[in-house]
Antibody, heavy 121, light 107 residues
């Protein structure tokens, strides 16, 4: 069974930084594009960004709301996905989900359980 | 960005009812649309991809249709487990965008 386990969430002050990690198992991580998706408390889903695989040069895409502040990276040797978040704002408070994109499409077929990031003074 | 608009925002129904949720895109997305459902405190799960393809393991009471700018998700006979929030997602153009969600409540 595909597993995605996020970690690194917690409380951070506005303007601060935080790095989230996601460890994947039970599939060939290096083959897949990977997403981060977030959900503010009581709100809907918001796509944060995507990293493509090695064949596509590990290129990335971002939502306008995080572009220039957030960076997605991956380490295929460790089956790991990362989200570096800088210049955090209160509106970045959300549960952050790591998500897998299937090889033959571009939707999300598996989600992690999420990690809560709270930006507050 | 492509805007995705779901209707209704809230839907009250009973076990056994047939329900339909609509998702409209602000421009054509062909059939690059997925549907997800989410229960409180849990991660979303995919139901439908490519507008009408049922994800493996998803019950056949769920179905999707549409192309271009208008799409529907239909549940043919509601089970107790189906009371949750539902989201559409377009993956035709970056940035990927979600609808605002539809909460399906027990009447």
């Amino acid at each position: 069974e595909v597993q995605l386990v996020e970690s690194g969430g917690g409380l951070v002050q506005p303007g601060g930084s935080m790095r989230l990690s996601c460890v994947a198992s039970e599939f060939t991580f290096s083959d897949h594009y990977m997403d981060w998706v977030r959900q503010a408390p009581g709100k809907g889903l918001e796509w944060v960004g995507r990293t493509r695989n090695k064949a596509r040069g590990y290129s990335t895409e971002y939502a306008a709301s995080v572009k220039g502040r957030f960076t997605i990276s991956r380490d295929d040797s460790k089956n790991s996905l990362f989200l570096q978040m800088n210049s955090l704002k209160t509106e970045d408070t959300a549960v952050y989900y790591c998500a897998r994109v299937p090889r033959d499409s571009r939707y999300v077929d598996y989600w992690g359980q999420g990690t809560l990031v709270t930006v507050s003074s | 960005d492509i805007q995705m608009t779901q209707s209704p925002s809230t839907l009250s129904a009973s076990v056994g009812d047939r329900v339909t949720i609509t998702c409209r895109a602000s421009q054509s997305i062909s059939n690059w649309l997925a549907w997800y459902h989410q229960k409180p405190g849990s991660a979303p799960k995919v139901l439908i991809y490519q507008a009408s393809s049922l994800e493996s393991g998803v019950p056949s009471r769920f179905s999707g249709s549409g192309s271009g700018t208008e799409f529907t998700l239909t549940i043919s006979s509601l089970h107790p487990d189906d009371f949750a929030s539902y989201y559409c997602q377009q993956y035709h153009t970056y940035p990927v965008t979600f609808g605002q969600g539809t909460k399906l409540e027990i009447k």
